[in-house]
């Protein structure tokens, strides 16, 4: 069974740094691209960054130059590094990868149960 999984998140000051991680584990073959989402309270989940199996980015704007996303295609984890955090920032994040289980089938996504990062002003 595919599960991906998440970690890292908890309550911080603004200005400060936390970092997420997410990993895939399972039965598959392989992952295309991972990324991370957020959702606050009252709003919709919006796309804060992903990155492809290859190593291309793309993140939200208002997150460019603040967080860093990168992985390890050996271990099949994202992380995310969040710097200079906002309490604009507070939200669930959840992190979203896109798994082949067979080689020969496309990928489908799947998601993480989500992570809170709380910052305080």
């Known amino acids: 069974q595919v599960q991906v999984v998440e970690s890292g998140g908890g309550l911080v000051q603004a200005g400060g740094s936390l970092r997420l991680s997410c990993a895939a584990s399972g039965v598959f073959a392989g992952v295309d691209i991972m990324g991370w989402y957020r959702q606050a309270p009252g709003k919709q989940r919006e796309l804060v960054a992903t990155i492809a199996s290859g190593g291309n980015t793309n993140y939200a704007d208002s997150v460019l130059g603040r967080f860093t996303i990168s992985r390890d295609n050996a271990k099949n984890t994202v992380y995310l590094e969040m710097d200079n955090l906002k309490p604009d920032d507070t939200a669930v994040f959840y992190c979203?990868?896109?798994?082949?289980?067979?080689?020969?089938?496309?990928?489908?996504?799947?998601w993480g149960q989500g992570t809170q990062v709380t910052v305080s002003s």
């Open positions: 979203k990868a896109d798994i082949r289980v067979r080689s020969f089938l496309r990928s489908s996504t799947y």
